[in-house]
């Protein structure tokens, strides 16, 4: 089982270039969400998914827009880049909503430099 | 605030046991997790535990919480190289809540 994929793996950025990083799960999951990662800061909640046709913002939305395409693929976008948007980004999918156990499953991430 | 917070370096001797430590501030908690990162991949679920419970045992891992005290720990039995990582402490938020709050991580280092 594939699991969690992002596309690409790494990437590297002009300032104010935007792109798009795309993940897709084959675990028929009904929550999917991005974090970033950054050195000593743990993985911070960008938006989140909680089922198709829905998205909401995490902890540190700015500079960034998502699209909930199907229950498959959940896309982050960067209209303009900037340096503070360097970082590790991971895609992750889980069962949610509801009160039940719900871990994530991660992708691999995709390590992003903006200069 | 919601809020997790682990010490970021661990160092051990191979074979030796390694505690791993976490408090949490969110007393709705429902479930608590302990992710491994290796390098250059993505987390991996290691074990969970319900709020309900004290102690979980899977093998070479015990996990123990305190929820009056908001503290859980991670225990690797006779810990070896291969468990050199990144762990993650993080907490599922409140009755049906989506959000799941992460630690900084605590790097694990296993000398041989």
């Known amino acids: 089982n594939a699991g969690v994929t992002q596309t690409p793996k790494f990437q590297v950025l002009k300032t104010g270039q935007s792109m798009t990083l795309q993940c897709a799960q084959d675990?028929?999951?009904?929550?999917m969400y991005w974090y970033r990662q950054d050195p000593g800061m743990g993985l911070r909640l960008i938006y989140y998914?909680?089922?198709?046709?829905?998205?909401d913002k995490g902890e540190v939305p700015n500079g960034y827009n998502v699209s909930r395409l199907n229950k498959r693929e959940f896309s982050l976008r960067l209209e303009s880049a900037a340096p503070s948007q360097t970082s590790v980004y991971f895609c992750?999918?889980?069962?949610?909503?509801?009160?039940?156990?719900?871990?994530?499953?991660f992708g691999n991430g995709t390590r992003l430099t903006v200069t | 605030g919601e809020d997790v917070e682990q010490s970021l370096f661990l160092s051990v001797r191979e074979g030796d046991s390694s505690v791993i430590n976490c408090t949490y501030t969110?007393?709705?908690?429902?479930?608590l997790y302990w992710y491994k990162q290796e390098p250059g991949a993505g987390l991996q679920l290691l074990t969970y535990?319900?709020?309900?419970?004290d102690m979980k045992q899977d093998q070479r891992l015990t996990v123990l919480l305190n929820k009056k005290d908001k503290h859980l720990s991670l225990r690797i039995a006779d810990t070896q190289t291969g468990d050199s990582a990144i762990y993650f402490c993080?907490?599922?938020?409140?009755?049906?809540?989506?959000?799941?709050?992460f630690g900084a991580g605590t790097r694990l280092f296993v000398k041989a």
């Open positions: 969110d007393s709705s908690s429902t479930y």
């Open positions: 993080a907490e599922r938020m409140g009755t049906g809540g989506f959000k799941t709050i």
């Open positions: 535990i319900f709020s309900n419970m």
């Open positions: 675990m028929n999951h009904n929550s």
């Open positions: 998914s909680a089922s198709e046709g829905t998205t």
């Open positions: 992750a999918s889980s069962e949610g909503p509801g009160d039940g156990n719900s871990p994530l499953h």
